[in-house]
């Protein structure tokens, strides 16, 4: 089973915090995404990246940052956190060079931002 | 960029009826539709996907369909159970060459007893 998993599955920081959202998957997949999931918006992309070092903006990256220095891992940075990001983030991964595959999710975190 | 609009946003149905979820798109270079399940606490999971080429696709008690004319594809889940209850996403890729999937905004479907 492909397994994503993110490393805080809740989070509270304070307005200004620098936030890391970490998230590894172990099946070698060539594609991962950050999505924000809120109520009533479903799930909106932020940023997603097909290989290592790359990275590429998604429809609402305003404030978020990424990183993926290896394969297996793809990094959320808010550089300062503000309220409206206080909301739920979702890694997946797919495998692939197009957009067809499944996404495999994790299980997401919830952060407040206080 | 792609939008996906998608009805109804809550929907209550009782145990052994039929639930649709439909939604439309806007880009025509769409070509991949994939439905996804999120039961309560859980992750978002793949339940079934169908592209351009076919019309009408199934898996036991659930079907999709799409209209790439008319630029709609819809869920339907036959004989619904309780564990249907979840939030069901539908969702559209871009055009050749983006890596991007664009998500409806839900439907929350609850099966009553």
């Known amino acids: 089973d492909v397994k994503v998993t993110q490393s805080s599955r809740y989070l509270v920081k304070r307005t200004g915090e620098k936030v890391f959202l970490e998230c590894v998957q172990d099946m070698d997949h060539e594609n991962m995404f950050w999505y924000r999931q809120d109520p009533g918006l479903g799930l909106r992309l932020i940023y997603f990246s097909y290989d290592v070092k790359m990275k590429e903006k998604g429809d609402i990256p305003e404030g978020y940052s990424v990183s993926r220095e290896k394969k297996e891992r793809f990094s959320l940075i808010l550089e300062s956190a503000s309220t409206n990001q206080t909301s739920m983030y979702l890694c997946?991964?797919?495998?692939?060079?197009?957009?067809?595959?499944?996404?495999?999710f994790g299980e997401g975190s919830r952060l407040t931002v206080l | 960029g792609e939008n996906v609009e998608q009805h109804p946003s809550t929907l209550s149905v009782q145990e052994g009826d039929s639930a649709v979820i439909k939604c439309t798109y806007s880009?025509?270079?769409?070509?991949?539709f994939p439905w996804y399940k999120q039961e309560l606490g859980k992750r978002p999971q793949l339940i079934i996907d169908i592209r351009s080429n076919v019309g009408e696709k199934k898996d036991q008690r659930i079907a999709v369909t799409l209209n790439k004319t008319a630029k709609h594809f819809s869920l339907h889940i036959t004989e619904t159970q309780p564990e249907d209850s979840a939030v069901y996403f539908c969702?559209?890729?871009?055009?050749?060459?983006?890596?991007?999937?664009?998500f409806g905004k839900g439907t929350k479907l609850s099966v009553i007893p």
């Open positions: 969702a559209a890729n871009s055009g050749a060459g983006s890596y991007q999937l664009t």
């Open positions: 880009d025509s270079a769409s070509n991949y």
């Open positions: 997946a991964s797919s495998s692939g060079t197009s957009n067809t595959g499944e996404l495999f």
